[in-house]
């Protein structure tokens, strides 16, 4: 049986039907684009290799790569097989390395494009160092300094600062490769470096700066001035120091007398100099000053009269005893004063006999001559009844060895057991004895018991005044007196019985009431 020519017909239509879907299959497939990936390094340093790797899967057995940099510039090629689709690109990084990469690659009439990476170059840091601003850093307390961390080449950089060694993690203002200090302090002042470095993945590189060394200035303080004499020959020459109290070397200390300058002198290890002049005794050589410059600053003392007057005058010794606030004797302190004397020398006597200035119980507190006012004071820190005994003071002047005491009357100090826990009594006009210090609370209770008796005193005083006012007002109640013929004893008998019912009354009523109530009486009445 044969088959019809309508079947086989059929037959050959779904065969080229199937024909044709399979040339359409794979004209489809053919035309499909690569897939494609990229991988490499996003940093790398200057004058290394930066491999790159482009990898296209189930692509056709020969592949063409080629790698693409900033998408218009290409690179390298390479041809890929079907056992190693892999493509690998080693390039050596330069200046001009830096961009973006791609990777493109066609297989037959197929073609991709792959991701694209940003390569980055890193040049190392080099020729590392500090600057300062100003320069040298040198700079005055709470002014600005800036540091700075420079390079001559760098790229993608760290910066890390160190002061006296250590690494600065606070307390100063890190910006970059800028350090700065708004207003430095002492304290800042050492020796600073900073380390310039860079990464790329687990590679570091460092370049490190030599250390520069800030120095802080101190603002000079005021100057101050004094002045010594002593005996050359048959003549005299006064010593003048000029100092300040603070402030950075070196300085220039000049003296002026009358505001004309005598000499100037630069201070280059301690902030005193010293001037020499001649002086004559008792003769007024006018006002001294001293005068300090620095670069920034221009500073004068106040004026010292140099005049030098002879020692001499009344010598006065005042004793003043000293109490605790438990009014136990502390210490006795005796003043000497001399009427005037610019340079005196002091020295003192108990019972005749000179007071070593070593003793250990005796403590010697000089005071600074003042104007018209040169006083010595000597305390006995340590009491005891063999401390009693004649006190004396005698000055001459310090610069004339040969020169004349004058010396005080001899005042008595008298130390007993009965009066280390009491004040003297009786003491003599030159015995001072110090007030006992109330505690807050004996001065409440004492204030308090003197406004008590002072309440109770106003309070007996409106009493008698009231029983007083009570009397007078009973005695213009009672009836005139009669002058009657009958002896007086009658008539005290007869004016018993009205003052003791007017009595009864006031007692009963009360005075004020008892008053109200009675009549008002004239004289004519």
Known sequence: MHP?????????????????????????SASAPLHLQLTGPNMAYLNTRAVFRCFAPDSAPTVTYKLIKDKRFPIAMHIGHKWNWNATFSLKVKASSDGSYRCEATAGGTSGVSNSIRLAV???ASNTRVTSDPS??????????????????????YFTWYFNRKEIISGF???????????VTLGNAGNYYCIAWSAVQDIRRFSTSTEVTVSVKVYVSKPKISFSLFKVGDGYRGNITCWALRGSLPVNFSLLLDDKELGSITATESLAACFDVAMVIGLDMGDARCRVKTEVQDLKSEPVTLEVVPVGGDVNLQVD?????????????????ISRGTFPLFSWLFNNSVLPSEDRHVEFVLSQPGPGDPSQTLILTELSPKHSGYYQCSARDSYDPSGSWVQSAAVLVHITDQIRYLKPQGASPTETPQQVLLSPFESISLLFCCFFLLMLGVAVLCVCKMFHQDSTNISSLNPPSLHLSEPESHAGALQAPVLSAVQNQVRSTGITEFLNQAPEMTPEE
Request: aromatic residues 6%; hydrophobic residues 45%; contains cysteine.
């Open 122 to 124: 890193v040049t190392p």
């Open 4 to 28: 019809k020519p309508c079947d086989e017909d059929l037959a050959h239509f779904n065969l080229v039907m199937i024909l044709a879907l399979a040339c359409l299959l794979s004209e489809i």
């Open 321 to 337: 005893y000293l109490y605790t606030a438990g009014a136990e004797l502390a210490a006795a302190r005796m003043n000497c004063h």
């Open 136 to 157: 040298p850093p040198v700079a005055y307390e709470g002014s600005r300094v800036l540091l700075s961390c420079e390079v001559d080449r760098g790229s993608h950089l």
């Open 173 to 183: 203002n890190l910006s970059g490769n800028k350090l700065v200090m708004e207003r």
